[in-house]
C-alpha cells in the first residue's frame, strides 16, 4: 500500500481518533494515552515515507480536478507533514507525564488531536477553501488549548487570541470569496493558472493584502503580534511546543508561502513587503525578549523573532529582481530555517515545562543552578539555547548564516545587517538565560527537586540530538527534501500541472 | 451594487462594535456582524438577477437550469461558513462566561493581567 | 468540570405558564417532524444535515424552556448528548474511509444518480443523517453547557480546589 492511496489518511486518522477518544473514555480512563500516541506514531511514520513518494494529486471522491477537491503532495507538503508529526509525536510522549498536572486528560488528548488533523489538513489540501475550514479548525482546537488551565491569565490570553485569531480568519474568507468572484475557482492549481491570465491587478492585490494580513496574523508578523506572547505562554508546556514549532508555520508562513509562490508567483511588490516585515519581526521580537523575566513569555517572543528570519528569506525568495541562484538560496535559507526553528523551539518550551514541572515557577530569576539537579533537561536547554542563538556547530547557526550570505550577495546590505545584530542580541538573551537558570547559585528550596520523568526527558533528548544532527547534517539536506521543498515552492508550472495529474 | 454596498456598511459596523466596545459581549457580536457581512458578500457574489434555485425539478431542462440557476457553490460555502462561525461563537461564549467566573466583570479594560 | 451536576438541588420552578406549555404541546411533534424531513430529503431539496439538525436542536431547546431541564434531561441527557455526538462523527469518518475500499476517500460507491428518487443518492442520505444527529445532540450539548451547567461551574471550581 503506497502512500498515494491512503493520503486522506492525514486528516481522516487523527479526526477519527480524536472522537473516538472521548467515547473510550467513557469505558477506561488511561486508553486515550496510548490511541493518542498510536496514531501520532502512524502519522510519523506515514509523513516519512511521503517523503520519498514522487509529488502526486489525489482526488477525493474521485471527482476529476478543477470539480473536486485535490489532495496534493509535494516537497513543501511532505516537508511540512514530517515536522507537524514529529514533534507531536514527542508531544504526546512528553505530555502523558505532564499532563498529570491537569484534569480532564482524555479531552486534552482529543482536542490535540484535532489541532493535528486541522494542520496535516491545510499542509495536504489543493483547494483554498479547504485551507480555510481546516485552519479554523486547527484554530479552534488551539483556542481551547490556550484557555485549558482555565485560570484567570490563561482565559484572558485564550480570549485575546480567538478574536484576533477570528479577525484574521475573516479577512481570509474575505480574499477567498473575492478571488472565487474574479475566477470562479478555488483549485489553486486552477487559480494559479487563471491569475497567469489575470495579470496582477488591483483586485488581485487586495486579496494579496488581506492574505497577508489574515495568514500574517496566523503566523504573528509584527504588526500583528500581539496575540502570540500572552497565547503561547500560557497553554501547557506541550501546546506551547506545538503552537510556537508548528502551528504558526503551518497555518501562517506555509499558507503565505504556498499561496504567494504558487498561486500568485514572484512579485516585487509582496517581496518587500515580506522582507520588511520580516525584518521588522526580528528587530520588536529580540528588543521585547530581553527583559522578559517569566521563561515562556521570553521565549514567545523569540518565537517572533526567529519566525521574522523565515519570513525574510521567503520574502528574498519571491524577488523576481535578483539573480534566482540568490533568490532560490534566501529562500532554501529560509525554508532550512523553519525546520530548525521547530526543533530547537519546541525543545526550548519542553524544557521550560520540565523545569515547571519540578520547581513550580516559570520566573527565570528565581531558578538557578539546576544543571546540579537535572542534568539531562539542562543540557538539552543549553543545546536548544546555542542552537537558537547561532553557534556554529549547530543548526541555527548554518540557516542563518545562508540568510545572511544571500541578502548580502542580493545586496541588501541593511537586512543583512539587521539579521547580524538580531543574531547577537538573541545570543545575549539566551546567555543571561542560562546564566539565571542552569548555572549560578541554586536556592534552598530546590534541594530536593529530582530529574523530570523518562516520559519527558525522552523527547527532550531526541529533539537536542536533533539539533546536533541537522547542524552536522547540513552538506547532505542540500540534496535532500529540503532541496525538494524548495524546488515546489519556486517551480509554479509543475503545481500548475496538478490539475492535468489529479 | 447597492446590495454590496450594504454588506460594506454592515462589515464596518461589526469592526467598529469589535473595536470600540469594551463590553466581551459586544466585541462579540461585533465579531458575529463582520462574519455574518462576509456570508452575506458570498451570497451575492452567486446572485443571478432572476435566478432559481439550482435544484433540477422533473418539468425542466438542463439548459433551462445552466442559464437560470444561481452557482451554487457560495451556497454551500455560505454553509461550511456558518457552521464554523457557529463553532467559534460557542467557543467565545464558553470562555466568555468563565472569564465572567473568574473576574467578575465582562468589561475588557478590567481583564488586565497579562502586561509586557 | 467534566462531573455532572447535582439538578435536583437547585430552586428553580420548572417551566413555563400553562399557555406556552400547550402550544409547545403541539408544536413541538410538528417542529421534530420537520426537522426530520429536512435531513432526509437534504440531498434533493435545499437543506440536510445541517440545518435539520438545528430545527431538532431547536425543538429540544423549545422543550427544556417551556418544561423545565429535568423533562429535557429525560428525553436527551448531557451524557447521552455527547455520546451521540461522538458516534456520529466517528461514524460519518468511518463511512468516508470505507470509501478507500473501493477506490477513493468520500467515495460515493452504492448504486446511484437516478434523478427524482429520495433512494438514489448513494451514501449521501447517510452522511445528511449523520450530520443532522451530530448537530442536534451537540447543538444541545453546547445548549445544556452554556444555561443550564454554567451556574453550576463555580460551585463545582470550589468543590475541586477543596478536594485537592
Not at chain 1, 172 to 177: C, E, K, Q, R, T
Request: with cysteine; aromatic share 12%.
Amino acid at each position: 500500500m503506497t502512500m498515494q492511496t491512503i493520503y486522506p489518511l492525514f486528516t481522516a486518522l487523527p479526526l477519527a481518533a480524536a472522537f473516538f477518544n472521548l467515547l473510550v473514555t467513557k469505558i477506561n480512563k488511561k486508553a486515550a494515552d496510548y490511541i493518542a500516541f498510536l496514531v501520532t506514531a502512524a502519522l510519523a511514520v506515514m509523513a516519512v515515507l511521503t517523503i520519498f513518494e514522487a509529488p502526486f494529486a489525489y482526488r477525493i471522491g474521485g471527482f476529476p480536478a478543477p470539480w473536486g477537491i485535490l489532495l496534493i503532495s509535494d516537497g513543501l507538503s511532505a516537508l511540512m507533514l514530517v515536522i507537524i508529526n514529529a514533534i507531536a509525536l514527542l508531544s504526546i510522549i512528553y505530555s502523558i507525564k505532564y499532563m498529570t498536572m491537569y484534569t480532564a486528560k482524555p479531552k486534552y488528548f482529543s482536542l490535540f488531536l484535532l489541532m493535528l488533523a486541522g494542520m496535516n489538513g491545510v499542509v495536504i489540501t489543493g483547494d483554498l477553501f479547504n485551507v480555510f475550514v481546516f485552519l479554523e479548525v486547527a484554530s479552534l482546537a488551539s483556542y481551547a488549548l490556550v484557555g485549558f488551565g482555565c485560570e484567570h491569565e490563561e482565559l484572558e490570553a485564550s480570549f485575546k487570541y480567538l478574536i484576533l485569531g477570528e479577525v484574521a480568519s475573516t479577512a481570509i474568507l474575505f480574499g477567498i470569496a473575492f478571488l472565487y468572484s474574479m475566477t470562479g475557482t478555488l483549485n489553486m492549481p486552477d487559480l494559479a493558472r487563471q491569475l497567469e491570465v489575470l495579470g496582477i491587478n488591483k483586485a488581485v492585490a487586495f486579496v494579496i493584502a488581506l492574505f497577508i494580513m489574515g495568514f500574517g496574523l496566523k503566523a504573528s508578523m509584527v504588526p500583528f503580534h500581539a496575540w502570540l506572547p500572552d497565547a503561547h505562554p500560557s497553554a501547557p508546556a506541550p501546546i506551547s511546543a506545538m503552537l510556537s514549532g508548528v502551528l504558526i508555520k503551518a497555518i501562517g508562513v506555509y499558507a503565505i508561502a504556498r499561496v504567494m509562490f504558487d498561486v500568485v508567483g514572484p512579485n516585487a511588490m509582496v517581496s518587500s513587503i515580506l522582507m520588511f516585515l520580516g525584518a521588522l519581526s526580528m528587530l520588536v521580537g529580540v528588543f521585547l525578549a530581553v527583559g522578559q523575566s517569566d521563561f515562556k513569555r521570553m521565549l514567545a517572543y523569540h518565537s517572533i523573532s526567529q519566525m521574522g528570519y523565515v519570513t525574510i528569506g521567503l520574502g528574498l525568495g519571491l524577488n523576481p529582481n535578483v539573480p534566482p541562484v540568490i533568490a532560490a538560496m534566501g529562500l532554501f535559507g529560509g525554508l532550512y530555517h523553519l525546520v530548525n526553528h521547530a526543533v530547537f523551539k519546541s525543545l526550548l518550551f519542553l524544557c521550560a515545562g520540565a523545569f515547571e514541572f519540578r520547581t513550580g515557577t516559570r520566573n527565570r530569576y528565581e531558578m538557578g543552578g539546576l544543571i546540579r539537579k537535572m542534568p539531562v533537561t539542562s543540557t538539552a536547554c543549553s543545546i536548544a539555547s546555542l542552537s537558537i542563538s547561532g553557534v556554529p556547530p549547530f543548526n541555527g547557526f548554518w540557516s542563518k548564516l545562508i540568510i545572511i550570505v544571500a541578502f548580502i550577495q542580493a545586496g541588501y546590505y541593511v537586512y543583512g545587517a539587521i539579521a547580524v545584530f538580531v543574531a547577537f542580541m538573541t545570543l545575549l538573551s539566551f546567555i543571561k538565560l542560562q546564566r539565571f537558570v542552569i548555572f549560578g547559585q541554586l536556592p534552598a528550596r530546590f534541594a530536593n527537586i529530582q530529574e523530570a520523568p523518562f516520559a519527558m526527558t525522552l523527547p527532550l533528548v531526541v529533539l537536542a540530538i536533533l539539533c546536533i544532527a541537522l547542524g552536522l547534517a547540513y552538506p547532505y539536506l542540500d540534496q535532500g527534501a529540503l532541496q525538494a521543498a524548495r524546488a515546489a515552492l519556486l517551480d509554479k508550472v509543475s503545481y500548475m500541472g496538478f490539475i492535468i495529474g489529479g | 451594487m447597492i446590495l454590496y454596498f450594504l454588506t460594506l456598511v454592515l462589515f464596518v459596523m461589526g469592526v467598529y462594535c469589535l473595536i470600540a466596545k469594551k463590553n466581551i459581549i459586544k466585541k462579540i457580536i461585533g465579531l458575529t456582524i463582520t462574519d455574518y457581512a462576509i456570508n452575506l458578500f458570498i451570497i451575492l457574489i452567486g446572485y443571478r438577477a432572476n435566478g432559481i434555485a439550482p435544484i433540477m425539478f422533473k418539468n425542466m431542462t438542463m439548459q433551462e437550469l445552466t442559464e437560470r440557476g444561481v452557482d451554487p457553490l457560495p451556497q454551500a460555502l455560505v454553509l461550511t461558513s456558518i457552521v464554523i462561525g457557529l463553532g467559534v461563537l460557542s467557543m467565545m461564549t464558553a470562555i466568555c462566561l468563565r472569564l465572567y467566573e473568574k473576574y467578575k466583570t465582562f468589561d475588557m479594560s478590567e481583564i488586565n493581567r497579562l502586561k509586557g | 468540570m467534566a462531573t455532572k451536576p447535582d439538578l435536583a438541588s437547585s430552586q428553580q420552578p420548572t417551566g413555563m405558564t400553562p399557555i406556552v406549555k400547550t402550544v409547545v404541546r403541539f408544536a413541538i411533534g410538528i417542529i421534530f417532524m420537520f426537522g426530520w424531513y429536512i435531513i432526509i430529503y437534504g440531498h434533493l431539496t435545499p437543506g440536510g444535515g445541517f440545518a435539520g439538525g438545528t430545527i431538532l436542536a431547536c425543538g429540544y431547546v423549545i422543550l427544556t424552556l417551556a418544561f423545565g431541564k429535568e423533562l429535557a434531561l429525560r428525553k436527551m441527557s448531557d451524557m447521552a448528548a455527547s455520546i451521540i455526538d461522538n458516534t456520529c462523527a466517528l461514524l460519518f469518518v468511518t463511512v468516508a474511509m470505507i470509501g478507500f475500499a473501493f477506490g477513493a476517500f468520500f467515495l460515493n460507491f452504492p448504486p446511484h444518480g437516478t434523478p427524482f428518487n429520495l433512494v438514489s443518492a448513494g451514501v449521501i442520505p447517510l452522511y445528511n443523517i449523520l450530520i443532522g444527529l451530530k448537530v442536534t445532540s451537540s447543538l444541545f450539548a453546547i445548549f445544556l453547557a452554556l444555561s443550564i451547567f454554567g451556574r453550576f461551574v463555580s460551585k463545582l471550581v470550589d468543590e475541586a480546589e477543596e478536594e485537592e
